[in-house]
């Protein structure tokens, strides 16, 4: 089928949601079948505000800089669309759009949030009888998404997790005084990307304790056990993510304000802050150490000068079979990555495809059978390796890193 | 002159603090002079305390992997020696060391109070008739030595601030939400470290608003440029550096506390902090942005897998020199960096000597001609930028760095 497609990213930024970008925008372009390749600006919102460049238009070079550009080029959005079944206004309104430049095909990269967009833009405009394909296209740091092995964008943020574990351990250990560090992670429900700090304990020297979000965390019992486990190694260093919350399922910073038990500055006074802080402000009162907090912030999803290869050609190649798949005559689908085994008995993933409605708002968790006390067994270790695998060259100039900028230009009807 | 040396890490870790320890211990195993090579663990307190290892007795892969190791791979301390004059004490302690294990070099790797060491010891064996030759090595991310061009570890933090500002502009810019995000940089009283950040600007995007320390910081007007700016700009990102004082020389976070004007939580409390969260909650109060403070903390002096190549070069070139300097009969001398040009008209270094007494507790701070309101000219971009190219070949295995690990062999006598 003939026609413009329109491709969107929404959701957090991550290290390669770019590359998944470039793989849809060359497999459109030379497509034969799609004449027009359109970039909605910051998501959703920006078809529905007919801000929409044209990619075909842009510079090839800033293209070809896409796998290596952190964050969203097409800038994006966190906007969710109401159900069409109820409230069919903006629906009417995106159906206008693509009439207007001939869209036959939708695109849209980005996680649970994001595909339920997809999943109402086809159900809306399969009942209003315009042909359009629509496909999601994963991506999230958190590595959350139903259906799928896994997610693009996990696997850079789990290697910049791992190797700054690594070298933050080197630092925190230099000193005869001894320290305790927190390093908070992200990912209020999900653990993958707090899990992936073991990375560096197993094959290096890393974090001594680390506590996901998938099981409940006793604030007292873990001061107990990291005031042993830090006179017992003098020294401690603790992954933990932001999500962790106790058995009632709120989080250990505001059960710290609700039991007036909670983190306290020089004048006595209650303190709102992450959990890291918390956490380093408590063992400071029990140790003699030096304690710091760390939070990973921003930089472990943009890291992209130490992303994963592995994850960037996977990025890509969900992009690539977006395409494809809408090419073919699908609709209403998610592309997933299914691990499979290559020829000398590695790993390898192939793209696989997944209905919209079965993985849309829906989240995927760590195995409970792989957390221990504290910790995370061998099993998620051999699932996560493969995913961390090899660096790009990466363009640079003046010692810096290249990234795309893009002109914006305004697509014309 | 035939004996053994020690070599002794000082101070804050850094990226390549190991490969001057590299060059130093290849150039002394190399000597022919040097009978033994002996590592001080946690520095000066490592030859007080007899807690010596042998280098010589370490497996070959380790030593050739120190280069790409992170971190003082002998261990670091934090401790000024009295002045020899007035209290001879732990001196006697250093000579009778020395004695014992016919310690002739003494190379001690570190920044201003590592160098108030070499200083002392020098000047103290030198009274005592022993003859031991004490040369320094500089090291310190700060770049604030006196009498040398830059210091070794500076030009790889630098490298980290300016990518990492690079990915974080990219990431702070991706949502139609306008956002505001405050980066605190190391640096108390020399701001090199966060000038660096200007590369992003320079040679990408980046920090529309950088302090240094070396100038006066006046809270409210700050407060008004950046509204302004972020109103014109449509966002903001700022580089502060944590040391930004009053006019008084008073940091701002203490002087927010003392006007009762400070940092404030959800419950009207005051708050201690760092630099980045006050001016984030301020700038809270007064825009409609999303507001985020991000601290690089350890992160950017261990950096090593987005090291400098030309920093490691020349660490590892400081400690050979410091060792040839040695062979050659100086002492009391700190080893410098020179720029110079190379046969094409580019840029290069070559290692120069200077008196310990005129280094020694000096502090180099950013020219004042460098700096204007809320920037950094280009005559920093041109002092800085050859410092931050090249990246090594790194060791890897399954995906993740390899760092020296030593197994600390007590020395014999």
Redesign the interface.
């Known amino acids: 089928m003939k026609g413009s497609c329109i491709i969107g990213q929404s959701g957090g930024?991550t290290a390669v949601i770019n590359a998944s970008l470039y793989g849809a925008v060359k497999a459109a372009m030379e497509s034969g079948q799609i004449t027009r390749v359109l970039g909605a600006r910051?998501g959703i919102?920006g078809v529905l505000n007919d801000d929409l460049i044209d990619l075909n238009k842009e510079d090839a070079e800033q293209i070809e800089l896409l796998p290596f550009?952190?964050?969203?080029a097409l800038?994006?959005?966190?906007y969710k669309l109401k159900d069409p079944d109820s409230n069919s206004a903006e629906f009417e309104k995106l159906l206008e759009i693509f009439k207007k430049y001939d869209v036959r095909y939708f695109f849209y990269i980005g996680g649970n949030d994001s595909m339920d967009t997809c999943e109402k833009v086809s159900r809306y405009m399969d009942k209003a009888g315009y042909e359009c394909r629509v496909v999601g296209i994963p991506k999230t740091i958190d590595n959350d998404l139903a259906g799928t092995d896994h997610c693009p964008g996990y696997g850079s943020a789990a290697?910049f997790i791992?190797?700054?574990m690594?070298?933050?351990y080197?630092?925190?250990?230099?000193?005869?005084?001894r320290t305790i560090?927190i390093v908070e992670i992200m990912g209020r429900n999900a653990g993958w990307l707090t899990a992936s700090a073991a990375?560096?304990s197993k094959?290096?020297?890393g974090p001594d304790l680390i506590y996901l979000p998938e099981t409940d965390f006793d604030l007292s019992a873990f001061l107990d056990r990291a005031v042993a486990e830090y006179e017992k190694q003098g020294g401690l260093l603790v992954a933990v993510s932001e999500g962790v919350h106790n058995a009632k399922g709120q989080l250990i910073v505001e059960e710290s304000l609700e039991t007036g038990d909670g983190f306290v500055?020089?004048?006595g006074?209650?303190?709102?802050g992450g959990v890291a802080s918390l956490l380093a402000s408590k063992l400071q009162k029990r140790t003699d150490a030096k304690v710091?907090a760390?939070?990973?912030?921003?930089?472990q999803?943009?890291?992209?000068?130490?992303a994963?290869l592995t994850d960037i050609t996977e990025a890509q190649n969900a992009g690539a079979a977006a395409v494809k798949a809408a090419l073919d005559g699908f609709t209403g689908k998610m592309i997933g990555l299914e691990r499979c085994v290559n020829a000398e008995g590695g790993y390898a993933s192939r793209t696989i495809m997944i209905d919209l409605s079965s993985c849309a708002n829906a989240e995927r968790t760590v195995p409970q059978e792989w957390i221990t006390d504290g910790g995370i067994t061998d099993e998620f270790i051999d699932y996560v390796?493969p995913l961390?695998?090899?660096?790009p060259e990466r363009p640079?100039?003046?010692?810096?890193?290249?990234?795309t900028k893009f002109r914006n230009i305004k697509a014309q009807i």
Not at 75 to 78: A, P, T
Not at 294 to 299: D, P
Not at 396 to 403: A, S, V
């Open positions: 930024p910051h919102k550009t952190p964050s969203s800038g994006s959005c966190r290697k791992a190797v700054s690594m070298e933050i080197k630092d925190c250990r230099v000193y005869d005084k560090t990375l560096a094959f290096g020297d500055d020089a004048f006074h209650v303190q709102l710091r760390i939070e990973l912030s921003l930089l999803r943009c890291a992209a000068h130490n994963s390796l961390i695998q090899g660096s640079i100039e003046n010692g810096l890193p290249k990234f």
